[in-house]
């Protein structure tokens, strides 16, 4: 019979893999698979729609029915350059009761958990599936979540709960804002800046699309907040710019301006809504520009959408977590995460996995032993609720 390994060499083997997110994924789904088959485990690929260095993979354990519990995590990882590591990041080294490399915390602990679980689960008699789905590019906006989500209900029966194991110290997170980003381009017209009245300054109406943010920012912190978004931190819609370049010299009405502009969405507020106002802005100061300039215009290119985490009432998978982890706070977190894809798709959805927010992406990222040990907990108790 094939070994049935720890998730402590489970760990070892997914943090050897550079997966960073700009980098291929591959070596590390080939071997998960490989391992999860070497156990007689069907499990499949979901290939990324067009880069062929990366893919997901999706597998299931337990009797073949609906109604599995869904373990989804994110393989990839935030680069290390020019980040002050006292190890080798892509080595698991122990030391003090912490596990350090990149990934160990965001999020590859969990995801050694969860192969280890469905291993575990699939020499258990489980009565309730149990399902993994493994995603690539959730540090780039989330984008490998939903397409996968298809995959998996394409290979086997529907799940009906997700847990996210994004770091949360084992508790239950039950909501987090959506994002939404989009590249801004404003396209003027150059002239030379003392006849600035005949071109259009892209820089200059740039800046009318920033000062609405600031508005919108104003206009939201001073509205009085819904019951969801009241549980967060600010408790408002946030629209920010963090990025601009434009213009080439002090005298010539600036030709282009590209800046990024973010939304970070309350669950109770809509994502539609706030793109239509967005749009709305945008057409108002685009008509302006071509009340001067015909040709000059604004285009917006959207860069990424992660949806929100909507607390659910009498969540199944939040139920679940509570039950298993005996946490009853109630906790929403600022991060986005592939949640709100899952639940956007139907499934009742929570996050909680091992390790603290504060260490993702950090040099010398680190997860505690005690919280993989309390991890590993979990998944027992998770394969018993399941048999
Ligand atoms: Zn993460």
Same mark, same amino acid.
């Given at each position: 019979m094939a070994e049935r390994l720890s998730p402590r060499a489970i760990l070892d083997k997914l943090v050897s893999f550079p997966t960073v997110s700009s980098d291929t994924n591959l070596p590390l789904i080939e071997w998960v698979q490989d391992y999860l088959?070497?156990?007689?485990?069907?499990?499949?690929?979901?290939?990324?729609?067009?880069?062929?260095?990366?893919?997901?993979?999706?597998?299931?354990?337990?009797p073949d029915i609906e109604g599995a519990i869904v373990l989804s995590g994110h393989t =990839?990882?935030?680069?290390?350059?020019?980040?002050?590591?006292?190890? =080798?990041?892509?080595?698991?080294?122990?030391?003090?009761?912490?596990?350090?490399?990149?990934?160990?915390?965001?999020?590859?602990?969990?995801?050694?958990?969860?192969?280890?679980?469905?291993?575990?689960?699939?020499?258990?008699?489980?009565?309730?599936?149990?399902?993994?789905?493994?995603?690539?590019? #959730? #540090?780039?906006?989330?984008?490998?979540?939903a397409p996968l989500i298809e995959t998996m209900n394409k290979h086997f029966p529907r799940g009906s709960s997700t847990i996210v194991g994004e770091p949360s110290m084992m508790g239950a997170v039950t909501g987090h804002k959506g994002g939404q980003g989009f590249n801004v381009h404003v396209r003027g017209f150059e002239v030379h800046s003392s006849l600035m009245h005949t071109g259009v300054n892209a820089i200059m109406y740039g800046a009318k699309l920033i000062e609405w943010a600031n508005e919108m920012n104003a206009e939201n912190r001073a509205k009085e907040a819904g019951p969801v978004?009241?549980?967060?931190?600010?408790?408002?819609?946030?629209?920010?710019?963090?990025?601009?370049?434009?213009?080439?010299?002090?005298?010539?009405?600036?030709?282009?301006?590209?800046?990024?502009? =973010?939304?970070?969405?309350v669950p109770d507020e809509s994502r539609d809504d706030w793109i239509a106002r967005f749009k709305a802005k945008v057409a108002e100061v685009e008509a302006e520009m071509q009340a001067v300039v015909p040709e000059s215009h604004i285009a917006l290119q959207e860069k990424f959408y992660v949806p929100g985490l909507?607390?659910? #009432?009498?969540?199944?998978?939040?139920?679940?977590?509570?039950?298993?982890?005996? =946490?009853?706070?109630?906790?929403?977190?600022?991060?986005?995460?592939?949640?709100?894809?899952?639940?956007?798709?139907?499934?009742?959805?929570?996050i909680c996995g091992p390790g603290d927010i504060a260490q993702a992406h950090q040099p010398d990222e680190f997860l505690s032993v005690a919280q993989f040990e309390a991890g590993k907990g979990f998944m027992q108790k998770l394969i018993v609720a399941c048999s």
């Open positions: 088959t070497s156990h007689g485990i069907e499990s499949h690929q979901h290939p990324h729609e067009t880069d062929p260095a990366k893919a997901g993979l999706v597998a299931h354990v337990g =990839d990882v935030v680069p290390v350059e020019g980040q002050p590591w006292s190890t =080798d990041p892509f080595e698991v080294v122990e030391k003090d009761g912490k596990l350090f490399g990149r990934g160990t915390c965001d999020m590859k602990g969990f995801d050694a958990l969860a192969v280890w679980a469905i291993v575990e689960g699939h020499y258990s008699d489980l009565k309730r599936p149990l399902q993994l789905a493994l995603s690539y590019d #959730e #540090e780039i906006g989330c984008t490998g979540a978004a009241a549980t967060f931190e600010p408790s408002w819609t946030t629209v920010h710019v963090g990025m601009i370049e434009g213009g080439t010299a002090h005298n010539i009405t600036a030709l282009d301006c590209h800046f990024g502009l =973010d939304f970070r969405i909507m607390p659910e #009432e009498a969540g199944e998978a939040e139920a679940l977590v509570r039950q298993l982890t005996g =946490d009853n706070a109630s906790r929403v977190v600022s991060y986005g995460t592939e949640g709100g894809h899952f639940q956007d798709a139907g499934y009742s959805t929570v």
